[in-house]
Each structure stands twice: as structure tokens, then as C-alpha cells.
């Protein structure tokens, strides 16, 4: 069973960063994109960043642009989104999942996830 195990998350001052990591098991990335989606509470989940497994495509909601990047280390099976100047809108809990598209990065269509790990902005 496909195994994705999302950290790094935690308490953080506004203007902060963090890098979440997120580490896929029994799984071959060929194929599939890997994406960061968050949930704030009472809100619906929604996509931050997807990433190609094959290529170095990548897409970025407009709201993490310029602040937020994800990269891919194949040898280690693992997913990184490295998050700055952050913002009290994007407390949420992180989670990552594997899909079949970086280019439509909507959780709607990703199969496999992680349990998530939460991410606090505040002072």
C-alpha cells in the first residue's frame, strides 16, 4: 500500500519559514505528480504546489508564488516544499499526495495521501 508521510510542520512567527518534507513509500513516482495541499479550518482543501516526477514541471497556486517552492530528491523518495515569509493565511494542515497530473493540481483528482502535518503562523 502506498505510503505517504508528510513533516516538518509547526509554530511559526509571521515573516517565518518552514520545509516540509514528505517522504513516499511503496510507490514508483513514474508517472504520477506529487502535490502540497492545505486545509484551514472551515475551509475547503486546496492545492499549493504540484510537481512533475518525470520532468522539472512544476505549478504554484497564486497565493505561494515567490514564497513557496517544491523540489523533488528521487534518490530519496521525497518531497520538499520550502515555505517563506509566511503569513497567517497559511496556517492549515499541509498534506502531500501523489496524482496523475502537476498541471491540474486539484486534490479532486489525487489518489494517494498523507495524514498531514499542521503549519501555525503566529506571533
Known amino acids: 500500500q502506498v505510503q505517504l508521510v508528510e513533516s516538518g510542520g509547526g509554530l511559526v512567527q509571521p515573516g517565518g519559514s518552514l520545509r516540509l518534507s514528505c517522504v513516499v513509500s511503496r510507490f514508483t513516482f513514474e508517472g504520477y505528480a506529487i502535490g502540497w495541499f492545505r486545509q484551514a479550518p472551515g475551509k475547503e482543501r486546496e492545492a499549493v504546489s504540484c510537481?512533475?516526477?518525470?520532468?522539472?514541471?512544476?505549478y504554484y497556486a497564486d497565493s505561494v508564488k515567490g514564497r513557496f517552492t517544491i523540489s523533488k530528491d528521487g534518490a530519496k523518495n521525497t518531497i520538499y516544499l520550502q515555505m517563506n515569509s509566511l503569513n497567517s493565511d497559511d496556517t492549515a494542515v499541509y498534506y502531500c499526495a501523489a496524482g496523475p497530473s502537476w498541471q491540474y493540481c486539484s486534490p479532486s483528482i489525487y489518489d494517494y495521501w498523507g495524514q498531514g502535518t499542521e503549519v501555525t503562523v503566529s506571533s
Open positions: 510537481i512533475s516526477s518525470s520532468t522539472a514541471n512544476t
